[in-house]
């Protein structure tokens, strides 16, 4: 059976079901970009729907981090080392009306050194190299990017290289699942649990919200056959109302994971109370980095001045990585907001849902690509 043949028996299972509607839940943005690219959310039946959640690093960084890490790419011999969507996200923009809200571009094209990596490990290269510039790493992410920049700043910390340091802002993505599994917002009936991270954590995180919150879970790839392999047994998961977590790609996730990344955050990081963009503080959903490592911790070893944090007017990002709202009813969407101006995180990132939405708007149709 080919990949297409298989998403197609997928789908006529969850058009077969007779069941109460069921409202199920992403949280990884891989899986945002790929169902909206395979119109998955058009070909589900009437029954089913798919939300997108916080499951985009860039778009859940708080304005604040942004503003911080414009204030330090304008201090003197400072390099800002960043992956590429952070960019354009916009900063707090300042009283005037008519001064566009700041980005690391901007702050790029005022003269300040900010370059786009691709890696963590880049980051390091560049700090070997130019040893008289401080280079400062943002470190964006969710439990998918934390060993790669735990290892980097654990490795900067054995080579001495006192010129690199991380401003972190680091995320973990059960924390999240579980504000959301008791929002009375949603009523979600399941989460499709994101493949990336679960590599790295494994299956057992996933566990206290099938016990607590009786909610199915089910770890899925990528391609549309697995996202709807997830989304059958979230289905019958709900149908039978017995929750649990179910790994439909165990040829990547295993029990406990990837121990030597887990070990290499582990002993990078430390849990600390985050803010989400849209969720706000969560207690313990975020990682810091260890005192042990200060003397590469960019919020400790540079005192800047920073902006009262406040959002572009009228940008509904905030709703939209909760769930509560469809890009395509937030006002600015289409309008205002479009990938070449964009006001609002979700719109910049290749994993956020304005732009998903914005790349593949889908009419009711047929069968995914």
Known sequence: MTPRERAAALLDALRRRRG??????????????????????????DGIRLLSGPGCPVCVTPVGYVDHAIALSML?????????????????????????????????????????????????????????????????????????????????ADEELHNLSVLCALKTIPGAMELLASSPDLRLDGFLCPGHVSVILGPEPYEPLARKHRLGCAIAGFEPAEILRGIVSLAE??????????????????PGGNPRARAAMDRAFEPCDSVWRGLGMLPGSGLAIRPAFAAHDAARRFEVRLPEPVEPPGCRCGDVLRGVLDPAQCPLFGTICTPDEPQGACMVSSEGSCAARWHYRQEPSGEPQ
């Open 20 to 45: 109460r509607p069921l409202v199920f839940m992403e949280v990884c943005g891989t899986h945002t970009m790929a169902a909206a690219r395979a119109g998955l959310h058009a070909a589900l039946p």
């Open 76 to 156: 003197p011999g400072v390099v800002v080392a960043t992956f590429g969507d952070l960019v354009r996200v916009p900063g707090s923009r300042p009283k005037s009306r008519e001064t566009a809200f700041p980005t690391l571009v901007r702050a790029r094209a005022g003269g300040a050194d900010v370059r786009v990596v691709y890696s963590p490990l880049d980051a390091l290269a560049l700090a070997r190299s130019q040893p008289n510039r401080e280079i400062v790493f943002l470190g964006v992410g969710f439990e998918t990017t934390a060993p790669a920049i735990g290892a980097a700043l654990l490795r900067a």
């Open 237 to 254: 998961q709900a149908d039978s109302a017995s929750p649990r977590v179910d790994n439909c790609y165990g040829g990547a996730v295993r």
